[in-house]
């Protein structure tokens, strides 16, 4: 097959999903392996145990076959002000960030051409992310408006609009098979952070892991994010108590009253039931959904956690990878019968941060006692976010109703990703 044929949604406004073969849709587990280096993914969601009704959280990923092997795309779109931009993002990212690298690609091989031995260099696939990013969100934003004030339709303008009013951050990795690469890119809060089975000077496993942070959480306690805005904004206060003109994150798909100007945000309010502009709206746009995109090689054995940041308000990077690392070591050993395996934070296989800055436990007077009971890895990390070995505290947190659950807990989304051997190595040895 040629990248031609594998290129399965068109540019311009991607409005088309993959097709149903390539990708994954299911809540509780999904399964896919790559021809040349292999991985298992584990998800789970709640859509039942969030303060938000309905669920404002959405993930996508998407297995794509391509002359070279395997490529792979995963997608946690953590929406806020509703959820229109993230169910948005859920349906046009992947089809659009597919069709970008493809046109990528193929400028290295060649439309027709079956040749997997050149690659793009990271550097212009880390551009060609940034581009898609922002060109989604210029369609989200901007593209409409055109359209809504030829019409004088205020039905067309409230439905043509809704993504843009509301926002969702995005936090997208591609993995490329050939090259063992992971190309990470995030707009927002959540968080991607890569574990790592640790070696003696032997060789030898040692049984715990390395905590890599593949993201920085884009807010206002962020120093560069700070020294951004002050140098886009000078003379405006736009940070105050880490929140970006009172936004939880400081770059993020939609939220289009704080990028339209005065006059369209008036004209909107005037003519087509929109939303009367802030009265600190000097010189926007103060949010962009332009990405920071990383590169990581890829090793056998290496997992994946990418989450939403409800998940991060409970635990740090370094517990969630102790946790997989726990998780992954009790179903190695685990006998039908076994008693659930309970620890305490120091006693997990990563070593752990000096000071644990997240708030939830502390919010709920409980103190952090983790379990193993769980077979899905996402299921495992979701329940020690949410109170771990305290059945009781769990139990609560997932009793309450909303309004009041929004004050104890986020939604969650949770993918984790294993990356097993290299067939091609396991072929060498025989």
């Known amino acids: 097959m040629s990248l031609k044929e594998a290129k399965m949604v068109r540019r311009g406004y991607p409005d088309k999903l993959l097709p149903t073969p390539y990708v ?11 021809r040349r280096r292999g991985f298992l993914l584990l998800v789970r969601v709640y859509p039942d145990m969030t303060p938000q009704i309905p669920l404002e959280d959405r993930h996508t990923e998407a ?27 859920a349906e046009n990212l992947l089809p659009a960030v597919t069709g970008a690298l493809v046109d990528l690609y193929s400028k290295v091989t060649g439309a027709n051409s079956t040749d997997a031995t050149h690659q793009p260099p990271p550097s212009e696939i880390e551009a060609t992310l940034q581009e898609t990013f922002k ?25 043509l609009l809704a ?12 993995y490329d098979a050939q090259s063992g690469l992971l190309h990470t890119a995030l707009t927002g809060d959540s968080r991607a952070v890569l574990g790592r089975q640790n070696y003696d000077e032997t060789g030898t ?38 929140r970006v003109m009172g936004y939880g994150m400081s770059r993020a798909f939609g939220d289009a009253v704080l990028k339209w ?17 802030r009265p600190d709206l000097v010189t926007p746009p103060y949010l962009t959904a332009e990405p920071v995109v990383t590169t990581t090689q890829i090793l056998p054995g290496d997992f994946l956690i990418l989450a939403s940041d409800g998940l991060w308000e409970a635990l740090t990077n370094e517990e969630a990878v102790g946790l997989i690392g726990l998780w992954k070591d ?48 996402a299921t495992h990390l979701l329940r020690n976010a949410l109170g771990g070995a305290d059945s009781d505290l769990a139990a609560a947190l997932l009793s309450m109703k909303a309004p009041r659950s ?4 986020d939604d969650m989304t949770v993918v984790v990703v294993f990356f097993t051997e290299d067939d091609r190595r396991e072929t060498a040895r025989n």
């Open 135 to 159: 060109r989604l969100d210029d369609d989200i934003v901007n593209a409409p408006l055109e359209a809504i004030f030829s019409s004088n339709s205020r039905h067309t303008a409230v439905t």
């Open 63 to 89: 297995v794509i076959p391509v002359p070279s092997g395997y490529w792979s795309l995963f997608g946690v779109y953590d929406g806020h002000s509703g959820t229109d931009t993230s169910v948005w993002l």
């Open 261 to 277: 100007s005065r006059e369209v945000q008036d004209r909107l309010k005037r003519e087509y039931l929109g939303r009367t502009p």
């Open 24 to 34: 994954a849709r299911k809540w509780s587990i999904t399964i896919a392996t790559a």
């Open 163 to 174: 993504p843009a009013y509301s926002g969702s951050c995005a936090l997208l990795s591609f």
């Open 330 to 377: 009790v179903r190695s050993k685990r006998s039908p019968g076994v008693d659930p395996l309970t620890v305490n934070p120091p006693e997990l296989p990563a070593r752990q941060a000096e000071s644990d800055g997240t708030v939830r436990y502390r919010q709920w007077g409980a103190k952090k006692r983790f379990v193993s009971v769980d077979e899905n890895a």
């Open 406 to 409: 929004r004050v104890y807990r």
């Open 205 to 242: 496993p040692t049984g715990t892991y390395g905590v890599h942070a593949l993201t920085a959480d884009q807010n206002g306690w962020n120093p560069s994010e700070r020294e951004r805005l002050e140098t886009e904004h000078p003379n405006e206060t736009t940070v105050r108590n880490g």
